[in-house]
T-cell receptor
Framework: GAGVSQSPSNKVTEKGKDVELRCDPISGHTALYWYRQSLGQGLEFLIYFQGNSAPDKSGLPSDRFSAERTGGSVSTLTIQRTQQEDSAVYLC??????????FGAGSRLTVL | AQKITQTQPGMFVQEKEAVTLDCTYDTSDQSYGLFWYKQPSSGEMIFLIYQGSYDEQNATEGRYSLNFQKARKSANLVISASQLGDSAMYFCAMSLDTGRRALTFGSGTRLQVQP
């Protein structure tokens, strides 16, 4: 597609439920990134995929968080047993191996 | 580990004036890239400008220029002729050219352009 597409744009869930957030990157972009932005804060790196290399998971805050990227394209970020502190905007970005990132519009997660 | 510092939580500027948003960085790597992104109230992250660590000239993109001072490890964003639409959060970020490529972001500066 023309840009990075994320879904859902908004998700409200109850504490303890699992959620899945989807990212469809720009066609041909080999790199894909997930970030988290809490209210009024900067962006916190979560995970990075580059081609067929093993992902850089060093930013995942706990083992409740996981992500996969199928076929080198679409990525899913999964949060298990959600907690209220998981409430944030989850941003996906993609890029060529070098060059500026293009961000999606984000998925706003609210955990009640 | 790399670190980005933005010391100005908020800035005001009069319409049509120039404004400088400060950014300093810390890394032991020699090859890296510096980025500025704009985030309006709608939430999307908009890429503004990029400077490579080996670029000899300061980057410019329209009304945006990056004042790169490598020895001081600073990468300030200059916006000339401010417009009301420039009101937004501005983030400075850095990535390494080798190893971890994920962008490390600063805490941001909220710019408000006044008429």
């Amino acid at each position: 597609g023309a840009g990075v597409s994320q879904s859902p744009s908004n998700k409200v869930t109850e504490k303890g439920k699992d959620v899945e957030l989807r990212c469809d990157p720009i066609s041909g972009h080999t790199a894909l990134y997930w970030y988290r932005q809490s209210l009024g804060q900067g962006l916190e790196f979560l995970i990075y995929f580059q081609g067929n290399s093993a992902p850089d998971k060093s930013g995942l805050p706990s083992d409740r968080f996981s992500a996969e990227r199928t076929g080198g394209s679409v990525s899913t970020l999964t949060i298990q047993r959600t907690q209220q502190e998981d409430s944030a905007v989850y941003l996906c970005a993609s890029s060529l191996r070098r060059g500026p990132y293009t961000f999606g519009a984000g998925s706003r997660l609210t955990v009640l | 580990a790399q670190k980005i510092t933005q010391t100005q939580p908020g800035m005001f500027v009069q319409e049509k004036e120039a404004v400088t948003l400060d950014c300093t960085y810390d890394t032991s790597d020699q090859s890296y890239g510096l980025f500025w992104y704009k985030q309006p109230s709608s939430g999307e992250m908009i890429f503004l400008i990029y400077q490579g660590s080996y670029d000899e000239q300061n980057a410019t993109e329209g009304r945006y220029s990056l004042n790169f001072q490598k020895a001081r490890k600073s990468a300030n964003l200059v916006i000339s002729a401010s417009q009301l639409g420039d009101s937004a959060m501005y983030f400075c970020a850095m990535s390494l050219d080798t190893g971890r490529r994920a962008l490390t972001f600063g805490s941001g500066t909220r710019l408000q352009v006044q008429p």
